[in-house]
């Protein structure tokens, strides 16, 4: 008789603890959506202008540069007979508004035209701030990198704030 009450009791106990645990299970499950709302942030939150190289990197990337792209681009970053410029007003407005990540892509998996996709990825992550740099964007401290999808979060921005 007294283990039956018992019985129950832990029953009860069990079945109180529960709900308490449920409940703001649900109460934070219906919260949710308007939490995320609220706190909202476009993707790309840094651009060209906010020194999102390094001065040595841009080195590097020059060097490099020459290496691989001046047969085709020129030093001056002119262009060539098929090969477009890579400074000037239309070669700014026309990545105006894209991430470097884009960029990145572009040269990575279709340069060199010979024989594309030869270059590491480092390599072109430093060419591009070399070409950041040629075209007048500021350097800064930390360098430039191609991981963690950071060139997603950097907008191209022709236009200095
Ligand atoms: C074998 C010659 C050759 C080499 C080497 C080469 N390119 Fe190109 N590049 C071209 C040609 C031709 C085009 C135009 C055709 C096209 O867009 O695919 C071009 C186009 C581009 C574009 C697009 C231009 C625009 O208007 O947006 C970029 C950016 C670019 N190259 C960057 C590079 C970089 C950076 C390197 C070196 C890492 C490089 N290329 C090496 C021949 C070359």
Same mark, same amino acid.
């Given at each position: @008789?007294?283990?039956?009450?018992? #019985?129950?009791?832990? &029953?009860?106990?069990? !079945?109180?603890?529960?709900? +308490?645990? &449920? @409940? ?15 706190? /909202? ?10 020194? &999102?190289?390094? !001065? ?5 990337? *020059?060097? #490099?540069? $020459?290496? +691989?792209?001046?047969?085709? /681009? ?7 007979? *098929? ?12 990545? %105006? ?6 960029? /990145? *892509? ?6 060199? #035209? ?9 390599? &072109?992550?430093?060419?591009? !701030?070399? @070409?950041?740099?040629? %075209? ?11 991981? %963690?999808?950071?060139? $997603?979060?950097?907008?191209? *921005? #022709?236009?200095?704030?």
């Amino acid at each position: @008789m007294r283990r039956r009450e018992s #019985t129950r009791r832990r &029953v009860r106990i069990a !079945a109180l603890l529960g709900a +308490l645990i &449920v @409940m703001p299970l649900w109460a934070g499950l219906a919260a949710t959506p308007s939490r995320s709302s609220t706190t /909202h942030r476009t993707p790309t939150d840094r651009t060209t202008w906010d020194s &999102v190289f390094s !001065a040595a990197q841009a080195g590097r990337g *020059e060097t #490099t540069y $020459k290496q +691989l792209c001046a047969r085709c /681009h020129m030093e001056t970053l002119a262009g060539g007979d *098929e090969a477009g410029e890579l400074t000037g007003s239309a070669f700014m407005s026309s990545w %105006n508004g894209q991430t470097l990540a884009e960029l /990145h *892509e572009r040269i990575r998996t279709s340069m060199p #035209t010979d024989t594309p996709g030869v270059y590491t990825s480092q390599q &072109v992550t430093d060419v591009v !701030a070399y @070409m950041l740099r040629f %075209n007048g964007f500021p350097a800064g401290s930390v360098e430039l990198t191609h991981t %963690n999808d950071a060139l $997603k979060t950097i907008r191209f *921005e #022709t236009a200095r704030p």
